[in-house]
């Protein structure tokens, strides 16, 4: 058995209940959040002072309940098993008591000491619900404190509380329910033999892995096999009895008898002067009245554009000048570094790897920051879930669910998003499998990255329909995401997709300080994760198109061009040519004809074995590659491969009107290009963001498996395109 | 009283949970969120279109997709 860890406490509570806002309120600033090892379930740690003592508070996954099905559920418990903090603050909403407290119950179940933070009292009250929580402590035989966790009453009660609780230094004492005339005589039976065998029981209260293995519960099952296998096969046996048994005489199961029996000692709990009804219950409060126009079936969709849309803008416009000030700071150090390194490849590694690769990474922290204040903001308040209620229905018929259009709209369903926030706005998701198809699918939306390119193909053939195309292409992102998603979810993801029953929380103002935390600790996360990935990769690119550069004698050939131009000036009857653009000429040569030989060069040149399907020539293949890095560069490095000289982000490229005039390219060219870009492999950035949110494996996925769509797709176009005679 | 599935049930609509028929991971989150048999609920409104539906019940709207609340039966008050 695990120490019992003096001064650790846990928050346990449902979804909703103001757990984070108590945890906050409690530990200010004092906090790290991090993963659950090997998952991506969040590990909320803080500390908070009191009377000298530091103690550590952790933060569990919201859950209605403790069973094995959710990876919260699971978490939470093998936390309060595994771990065992010296005490549990439960977190109660007191205008939701009868559900809150089915998890208090289980959470009594297992033995662990509790109190419980009755929050939200004020809510209650304006309700016209009193509760009596001398008589509730009494009966639950836990201290029961009344808080409010937005303003921070009772929070030093609860902490004292707490610190009391956790110095008895009690053994674990689990509450016993009588669960009727069918499951009780067993429940003692299993119990008595899972004592004698001390089965389980250094972590697990008897009583309980009996329950357990009555609910079928797959994980402590799964464990007790491990323990004994024999003795866990008398239980299963013991377990199927009842079951067979429930079957035939009521047609039921443990698990919902079991269920019945909890909320049947709840509402007993619950009577007789604990809870008093001022006014009548169920009346229509404020927040059911804004649902009526914010759920209504014509103006609830149509508020929720607007919402939406406006969240959109929030992110994307206020991020706008910090953006520039990160991209202004960059290039200043990039031209410090310029000007104070000595030419070669170290300079160049420094400039082009390590600077332009840091700064990708922190050019996207002032869109992240403001996306996830949008995304707080609209969770906080309680709008995203009536989000996922409108949209479900859509979005299910594609294996998705309702709370997948965040993701999309932010990843660019709205043109000009950002799929890095995108891919980091799925955590509202609870379900696994739509989560990850969400995950795979938003980068197919159009990013502002993305955007840049389009406008210079769509100038080079497109120019008189501009606003047609980039609104199709809008549409063809939305299509192809969600067919895609629907294919996966065939097949990768195959599975029913999971439970929906989704709570629709009373509107609340959140509080500004949760949204900050919340804000900050994200942007970190990402610095932290992302960062690393990101520079490794960043430089591994540069050295790709940067080696082995050109053989001697072919670099003396364009010194030696230079040279004679640079003597040809010096005459004074020199012609009037100017020798800086022919200079400049010579330099853009050279620099098209060491790309072609670098690495990258040459991956591009033996790629046009399959991309002649698709019309892509090296030059475009090049491209492709270096966009993986990061889209708008796919720009800069189409120019140096058209000897136009590889500007640095932001400037001007005469490309557009360079491939316009370009015999080989044709507007079905450029179309099947669009495609391919619009579906390949995300960037550099985002496949980082996938990997942390998901796992190698969806990163590793999502770059093959989307490549292979674009190319599909793209060559089915050209092919098409040209079978058509559009070529 | 007439018993109906969860999904025939009309806005406004009064009821008790007769019976819930879902097991497994459905059945237990049903119960989670506290629908048990013998639990009063109304219905409070549909998506606009048409699909999940939200009751009132326990003092809390909860929503649920039309083809989870096939697996609740309900005992309804009256036929509206």
């Known amino acids: 058995m695990n120490p019992r860890r003096a001064n650790l406490i846990a928050l346990a509570g449902n979804p909703n209940c103001g757990k984070s806002t108590l945890f906050n309120a409690i530990t200010g600033g004092h906090q790290h959040v991090g993963n659950y090892p090997g998952i991506t379930v969040e ?8 009377n000298g003592n530091r103690l550590k508070l952790v933060d569990l996954p919201g859950t209605y309940s403790l069973t094995a099905y959710s990876l919260e559920e699971l978490v939470a418990r093998n936390y309060l098993i595994e771990d065992r903090p010296s005490a549990v603050i439960n977190i109660v909403d007191a205008s939701n008591l009868e559900r809150n407290l089915y998890l208090t119950v289980q959470l009594l179940e297992l033995g662990i000491p509790v109190l419980v933070a009755l929050n939200m009292v004020d809510m209650a009250t304006a309700r016209g619900v009193a509760i009596n929580c001398e008589e509730l402590g009494r009966r639950l035989r836990v201290p029961v404190i009344p808080t409010v966790a937005r303003t921070g009453k009772g929070k030093e009660e609860l902490l004292e509380a707490a610190v009391q609780l956790a110095k008895k230094d009690v053994v674990w004492e689990p509450l016993h329910i009588s669960y009727g005339p069918d499951i009780d005589p067993v429940l003692d039976r299993m119990e008595a033999q899972i004592r004698a065998a001390a089965f389980l029981t250094e972590t697990h209260p008897a009583r309980w892995t009996a329950l357990k293995y009555l609910e079928a519960d797959e994980e402590v099952i799964r464990k007790g096999r491990q323990k004994d296998e024999a003795l866990s096969g008398k239980l299963e046996e013991l377990a199927e009895q009842v079951s067979e048994h429930l079957r035939k005489t009521l047609d039921s199961y443990p698990e919902a008898i079991i269920a019945d029996y909890r909320y049947g000692f709840i509402s007993a709990l619950l009577k007789q002067g604990v809870v008093k009804h001022s006014n009548k219950a169920d009346r229509l409060y ?3 009245q804004l649902d009526r126009v914010l759920t209504h079936r014509f103006f609830g969709p149509l508020f929720m554009m607007l919402i939406v849309f406006a969240a959109y803008k929030f992110t994307f416009t206020y991020s706008k000048l910090p953006v520039e000030w990160f991209e202004a700071g960059f290039s200043a150090l990039a031209g410090f570094a310029d000007s104070f390194l000595p030419p070669g ?10 600077i332009d690769g840091v700064g990708g990474v922190m050019g996207f922290i002032p869109v992240i920051v403001f996306m996830f204040l949008a995304i707080a903001f609209l969770e906080d308040t309680g709008y995203l879930a009536r989000v996922a209620y409108m949209l479900d229905r859509i979005f299910r018929t594609f ?7 965040m993701a999309y709209i932010i990843s660019g369903g709205i043109a000009g998003g950002c799929a890095v926030p995108g891919v980091l706005a799925t955590r509202t998701l609870r379900s696994s499998r739509e989560r990850i198809a969400t995950i795979v699918t938003a980068p197919f939306m159009n990013c502002g990255a993305k955007l840049p390119v389009f406008a210079m193909l769509i100038a080079a053939f497109f120019s008189a329909k501009e606003a047609q195309v980039m609104f199709l292409l809008t549409i063809l992102s939305w299509v192809s995401a969600l067919a895609i998603a629907k294919l996966i979810r065939l097949t990768f993801l195959r599975g029913p997709s999971t439970p929906f029953l989704l709570e629709l929380p009373p509107y609340r ?25 990101i520079l490794a990769i960043s430089i591994v690119f540069w050295a790709l198109m940067s ?16 040279e004679s131009i640079l003597a040809e000036a010096s005459q004074p009857t020199s012609p009037e040519a100017n020798p800086a653009a022919r200079l400049q000429e010579v330099d853009y040569r050279e620099a098209q004809a060491a790309l072609k030989n670098s690495i990258a060069g040459r991956i591009g040149t033996s790629l046009t074995a399959i991309s002649f399907v698709n ?10 590659l270096s966009g993986f890095a990061a889209k708008e560069v796919i720009i800069s490095t189409m120019g140096t ?8 982000r932001g400037e001007e490229i005469p490309l557009s009107g360079r491939l316009a005039a370009d015999a080989s390219w044709t507007p079905l060219k450029a179309f099947s290009l669009i495609i391919f870009i619009m579906l390949y492999a995300p960037c550099l950035a985002t496949i980082a963001c996938i990997i942390h949110e998901s796992s190698w494996k969806w990163g590793l996925f999502s770059l093959t498996f989307n490549t292979a769509i674009a190319f599909l797709l793209s060559a089915l176009v050209y092919r098409g395109g040209l079978l058509l005679g559009l070529g | 009283m007439p018993i109906v599935p969860l999904r025939k049930m009309t806005k406004g609509q009064k009821g008790i949970i007769h019976r819930i028929n879902a097991s497994g991971e459905l059945g237990r989150r049903i119960r989670d969120m506290g629908l048990v048999t013998g639990t009063p609920f109304w219905v409070q409104g549909r998506a606009p279109l048409k699909d999940p539906v939200a009751i009132r019940v326990r003092n809390f709207t909860l929503t649920l997709r039309n083809n989870e609340s096939d697996f609740i039966e309900v005992e309804v008050e009256e036929v509206l």
């Open chain 1, 509 to 533: 103002l959140p509080t500004f300080k949760g949204l900050l935390i919340h804000t900050c600790e994200r942007a970190w996360q990402y610095i932290r994760k992302a960062g690393t990935i």
């Open chain 1, 345 to 354: 490849p170290f300079k160049s590694l420094i400039i082009s790897g390590v």
């Open chain 1, 547 to 562: 080696f082995p550069g050109l053989p001697k004698a072919e670099k003396k050939i364009y010194d030696e061009e230079r």
């Open chain 1, 43 to 50: 590990k909320k740690e803080g500390y908070c002072h009191l």
């Open chain 1, 399 to 405: 294996g998705l669910h309702g709370s997948s259009v």
């Open chain 1, 286 to 288: 404020l927040s059911d």
């Open chain 1, 641 to 648: 491969a058209y000897s136009l000289g590889q500007s640095r």
């Open chain 1, 615 to 624: 019309g892509f020539d090296w030059r475009t293949n090049v491209a492709l």
